[in-house]
């Protein structure tokens, strides 16, 4: 998982940084084991399951809190 660290870290840099990291495989979404592997402050804001309307709607929703 250090490749998979190393794409988090390219962006995000800085405490005050934010982006929306999308991580489009499977293993990720009902994989709990894999889940767990995940660093902590990712495990928490990890969401499964929706469909690609609603990444969409989270994504807008995202960045236009950002503003």
């Not at 499977?26 to 495990?43: D, E, H, V, Y």
């Not at 969409?56 to 236009?64: L, T, V």
């Amino acid at each position: 998982y250090a490749h998979f660290k190393l794409g988090v870290g390219r962006a995000l840099r800085h405490a005050n940084d934010y982006a929306c990291i999308l991580l489009v495989d499977s293993r990720f979404n009902s994989n709990t084991q894999i889940q767990r592997k995940l660093p902590g402050w990712i495990q928490k804001r990890l969401i499964t399951g929706l469909d690609p309307t609603e990444i969409e709607k989270q994504i807008q929703d995202f960045y236009e809190s950002k503003l």
